[in-house]
Nanobody
Framework: QVQLVESGGGLVQAGGSLRLSCAAS????????MGWFRQAPGKAREFVAA????????HYADSVKGRFTISRDNAKNTMYLRMNSLKPEDTAVYYC????????????????????WGQGTLVTVSS
């Protein structure tokens, strides 16, 4: 059974930092793109960042560019999201996702392009 498990969420003051982790089990994702999405109350799920299967290419939403860094460790089957300079508008449930297609040419940014999802971890940024 494939599982993605997020951790690292919590309550932080504006300007603070958090690092989210996404640990995969049940299969390896070393040939698959992975991404982070978030969903705030009453809003649709939105793209945050994605990383290619090799880790060599990344893509960020404009709202987090320069503040968030996505990375992965294929040996550990784990992906990370380092979040700096957090703002209250970053408050949301953060989900990790993995694509089942191997060696994609372009990193997908739409939720529908991802096949596996974690249960989410809540990030709350206080002002």
């Amino acid at each position: 059974q494939v599982q993605l498990v997020e951790s690292g969420g919590g309550l932080v003051q504006a300007g603070g930092s958090l690092r989210l982790s996404c640990a995969a089990s049940g299969r390896t994702f070393s040939t698959n793109d992975m991404g982070w999405f978030r969903q705030a109350p009453g809003k649709a799920r939105e793209f945050v960042a994605a990383i290619s299967w090799s880790g060599g290419n990344t893509h960020y939403a404009d709202s987090v560019k320069g503040r968030f860094t996505i990375s992965r460790d294929n040996a550990k089957n784990t992906m990370y999201l380092r979040m700096n300079s957090l703002k209250p508008e970053d408050t949301a449930v953060y989900y990790c996702a993995a694509d089942k297609s191997d060696y994609r040419f372009n990193i997908p940014t739409m939720p529908a392009s991802y096949d596996y999802w974690g249960q989410g971890t809540l990030v709350t940024v206080s002002s």
